[in-house]
């Protein structure tokens, strides 16, 4: 299998840290991109042009990095990232929550890419609100996702992590202790070290 994915991207980093917890390393090859430049491999895999991309073995490829996330966790038994049962649906509604904070702050890091005077102010700040909103019920839940490994636990990392990459002025430690403390133990792990997120 191929993984195509951005150094930046944190969808892509979604999609590596479960590759590596899953012990699926072996297994996949890793292929960097710029999706900017459009390269062939990339479209090739993903008509849209985004990233993360896997390309299977039999040459049929999956996109979104929820869905490759859940096609990685059927390959192997242990640890089981999305359970069955009634847990799914908690660690689903988790999952999204960070999701949603991850989403909204793309969103307003790509705001602030444009020009100063071609931003719309009232959308960034809509955003930064939804990353305010989200943070505080991730806050109140961090202590409920457990001990064992799941995609929530994947899902609120990578989020978290993104806020102090490109949007560090976002002060959430202080009034988010549970997740601060939280975060410091969970980024420990190999495969958050293994796959901090880098400028391209």
């Known amino acids: 299998m191929q993984l195509i994915y951005a150094k930046p991207s944190p969808y892509s980093r979604k999609a590596r840290v479960t590759v590596l917890e899953k012990g699926l390393a072996g297994r996949v090859e890793e292929v ?6 459009d390269p062939a491999v990339l479209l090739e895999a ?11 073995d039999d040459g049929r490829s999956l996109y979104d990095s929820w ?18 049962g009634p847990a799914r649906f908690d660690v689903l509604r988790r999952a999204a929550l960070a999701d949603g904070v991850l989403d909204a702050a793309v969103t307003a890091r ?13 959308w960034t ?4 609100r939804a990353i305010g909103r989200g943070l505080a019920v991730m806050e109140r839940d961090v202590a409920a996702l457990g001990a064992e490994l799941t995609l ?3 899902e609120f990392a990578v989020a978290l992590e993104y806020l102090d990459f490109r949007l560090p002025d976002v002060v959430w430690r202080d009034t988010h202790p549970a997740l601060a403390a939280w975060l410091a133990e969970f980024s420990q792990r190999p495969s958050m070290q293994a ?5 391209s």
């Open 125 to 128: 700040d809509r955003q930064r």
């Open 32 to 37: 960097v991109v710029s999706p900017m430049e």
């Open 110 to 122: 790509m705001e602030l890419l444009r020009p100063e005077d071609k931003r719309w102010t009232p």
């Open 152 to 154: 929530a636990h994947i």
């Open 195 to 199: 796959t901090r997120p880098q400028p």
């Open 67 to 84: 869905v490759i996330c859940e096609y990685l966790d059927s390959l192997a038994p242990t640890p089981r990232l999305i359970p069955d």
């Open 46 to 56: 993903n008509p849209l042009g985004k990233v993360p991309a896997l390309r299977l």
